[in-house]
């Protein structure tokens, strides 16, 4: 069996009166995330975790933002696209460890929703998905509300023939 890791990293800036989606959930705040999509951070961070895992690039690759085919696309579509990926490589996803990185909003309460929606896309177990969340305690872009990162960390495996 092959075992492989990857880690995704991604940012996007936070703007007045745009709808903040992290994890595929709908968080309630007076800012939301700016992108070619729906700029779901976590959702990008989880896909290149996965693709790179795979050796098989990245995000921009696949769903480049030159490309009026993805403008405003639900980045669920784009994580369901990367599963299929990995599928047809030959590779399960064994587990998704990810953070939220963001002053503001809270978003505990959305974090069971967040793992069952993000297990959901992918058709896993929602105990393989984590999703974790921290503030930078007001230091940095994050800490300033300009902006949310955020990291995974993925196990995929492959049954050698």
């Known amino acids: 069996m092959t075992i492989r ?3 995704g990293y991604d940012v996007h800036q936070l703007r007045d009166g745009l709808p903040l989606w992290l994890g595929g959930v709908q968080v309630p705040h007076t800012k939301g995330l700016l992108g070619h999509s729906d700029a779901d951070v976590l959702i990008h961070a989880i896909c290149d975790a996965l693709l790179g895992a ?11 933002d030159s490309d009026p ?3 405003g696309i639900d980045s669920k579509i784009l ?12 590779y399960s996803i064994g587990n998704i460890d990810s953070i939220l990185c963001m002053q503001k909003p809270k978003v505990a309460p959305f974090i ?21 969340a ?9 800490g300033r509300e300009e902006g949310i990162s955020a990291i995974a960390n993925v196990l995929i495996t492959k049954n050698d023939d």
């Open 69 to 71: 085919a993805y403008k």
């Open 112 to 132: 069971p929703a967040m793992r069952e929606t993000l297990a959901a896309t992918m058709g896993i177990a929602i105990d393989k998905v984590s999703v974790k």
């Open 5 to 7: 890791t990857g880690i």
């Open 134 to 142: 921290t503030t930078t305690e007001h230091l940095g872009f994050e």
């Open 79 to 90: 994580l369901a696209n990367v599963c299929m990926l990995l599928k047809d490589n030959g």
């Open 54 to 64: 795979a050796a098989l690039g990245d995000i921009g690759k696949h769903f480049p």
